[in-house]
């Protein structure tokens, strides 16, 4: 049941058949180039879309805008250190911008980084750095076959036959092999991702990242957490990890956290923010270093690239997301989500993850082959036919890998009711039902990083 009733709204048009057709092609087929008023149902990505509270309204008004020192800047560390445990913050304009603070302090060129899947800005720092990005997931992670089969409560082990209650889960025996292979001392950096965006956003389980904690005491490397989705994972802990059953939100959430030297933020996911970011640690050289390098990419290290009024929206926004009721519903939405596509005959990847529901492209148009795009194609359908946005994460946006063909629909939090997901099943539907009018897709036209090519590359109909 949600804890919260709407008192603001925002008009939303669904635009005629003939004029999706027109603004699909004008697009390229590429939804990232429609504008957002000929779309629906916006389910692009969950970062920074959310609806902020009517107390982060109110905050708002709060804002300390003194360059150093600000009363805005005190209440966000607050925040951080009562929700998460970290005292001491260094805020940035986003999740990237801390993450170039972090990494750009932590890494050197030739340095090897592991982590149970790297998001894809993650991964670009990291290499900007010159070091090598190397993800570790558990086989679980991409089985969209299998996956669900023993999800339920349990202890969060990770061995490697691991049980897909927490397919988000970092491989420690793929990380040892990487060990192994790059020499002692190459790692100097293991990240782990909670929830594992790029696994899906599944679940990463307190027990493994103990164990990815002890790990990096091994090989004497650093140990990050990148905490964006922090509040969603520690629901899933406490619905599928027994030690935690009794144990509130915030509990968990300090509880997971407190293994790592330092954390990166995205303050656009669980800060329930619509800007932010930050990196929080208890290593106090690490934080002067963190500070130094904020000032020359961020800001002065008291406001780091936020406004005093975002830092207040954040600071309550960090508050409100480990609430237990809220944590709870957020999850148990995305779920219903997944419920009602599955009804509708959609094949999914289950068990569904914390932000999105994730569709199986190929299974769904089984006559488009990968190098014709699946996911792309069916993106463009179900703006097509419903007026609704997602995102294509397969071949289209991974080029060269053997990622499955997955379509992303984000769920901004606090926004839409179950009147919209439900809209969504039945245009994925329809969809399917007339797939066979379905054609793959080639690129007409392609930007110089292929790494970046799904936000601006344009598309046409392969002509048979
Ligand atoms: C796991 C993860 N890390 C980092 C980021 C980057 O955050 P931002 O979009 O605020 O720059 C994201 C954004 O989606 C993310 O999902």
Known sequence: MVTYRSTMVERIDLPSRETRER?????????????????????????????????????????????????????????????????????????????????????????????????????????NQGADPVDCPVDAAFDLESAGADAGAGTGADSET?????AGNFSLERARSVVDDAGEGAVSVVIQTITNNSAAGQPVSVENTRRVRRFADEIDATFVIDAC????????????????????????????????????????????ANIGGFVATTDRDLLAECKQRAILYEGFPTYGGMAGRDMEAMAVGLREAVEDAYATDRIEQVRTFGRLLED????????????????DAAAALPHVPSAEFPGQALVCELYREGGVRGVELGSFAFPDTDRPELVRLALPRRTYHRDHLEHVAETARTVLEKREAVSGLELASEPSIPELRHFTAELRPVSR
């Open 229 to 272: 989705r922090f509040a969603e994972n520690a629901a899933f802990v406490r619905e599928r990890e027994n030690e935690f059953s009794d144990a509130s939100i915030d509990e968990i959430a300090r509880e997971q956290l407190g293994y790592a030297d330092a954390v990166v933020m995205s303050g656009k996911k669980d800060g329930l």
């Open 23 to 127: 603004r699909l092609e004008e697009a390229g087929y590429n939804v990232f180039n429609l504008a957002a008023a000929d779309v629906f149902v916006d389910l692009l990505t969950d970062s920074g879309t959310g609806t902020m509270s009517n107390d982060q309204w109110a905050a708002l008004i709060r804002g300390d805008e003194s360059y150093a020192g600000s009363r805005s800047f005190e209440r966000l560390e607050s925040a951080v250190e009562d929700v998460m445990g970290f005292p001491r913050v260094v805020p940035a304009h986003q999740g990237r911008g801390a993450e170039n603070v972090l990494y750009g302090t932590l890494l050197e060129e030739g340095d090897v980084v592991l982590n149970n899947t790297h998001f894809d800005t993650t991964r670009a720092h990291v290499a």
């Open 344 to 359: 509708a005959g959609v094949p999914i990847y289950t068990p569904v993850g914390g932000h999105a529901v994730y569709l």
């Open 162 to 166: 691991d049980s897909h209650e927490f």
